[in-house]
């Protein structure tokens, strides 16, 4: 099962979280989500335990507790539906990003889209 964590201290790395969930069961892998940009952490992550009732009973008992005084969040995790992915690439296909043949001169097209 794949988990979700969140609220989580910015100093915890991912031995720490490993730690909170090995008590619990078998883990299979621990990703804190790190800023590309920072390179600091963002506060979340996921852990992966293949017996889905240890995963249970992990989320269960740490939802809501404390670490490094902050409360974290703990539920499964769901993949999102393909259409509420986020995209930054949205305006930049082939075709003007879906404008048509238009052209992105701005000053041929001067009234807007």
């Known amino acids: 099962m794949n988990i979700f964590v969140g609220s989580l201290p910015y100093s915890i790395e991912e031995a720490d979280l490993r730690g909170f969930f090995e008590d619990y069961g078998t883990v299979d892998s621990v990703k804190i989500i790190m800023d590309k940009f920072t390179g600091r952490s963002k ?9 889905d009732a ?4 992990a ?3 740490l939802n809501g507790g404390t ?9 499964k995790s769901e993949p999102k539906p393909e259409g ?3 995209s930054f690439n949205n305006n930049r ?3 003007g990003g879906g404008r048509g043949n238009y052209s992105n001169d701005r000053d041929n097209n001067r009234g807007g889209y």
């Not at 240890?54 to 009973?57: C, L, N, S």
């Not at 670490?67 to 539920?75: A, H, L, M, S």
């Open 67 to 75: 670490v490094e005084g902050r409360t974290i969040v703990v539920n």
């Open 54 to 57: 240890e995963a249970q009973k």
């Open 59 to 61: 989320i269960d008992e």
């Open 43 to 51: 506060g979340f992550g996921f852990v992966e335990m293949p017996n």
């Open 84 to 86: 509420e992915r986020r």
């Open 93 to 95: 296909g082939g075709n």
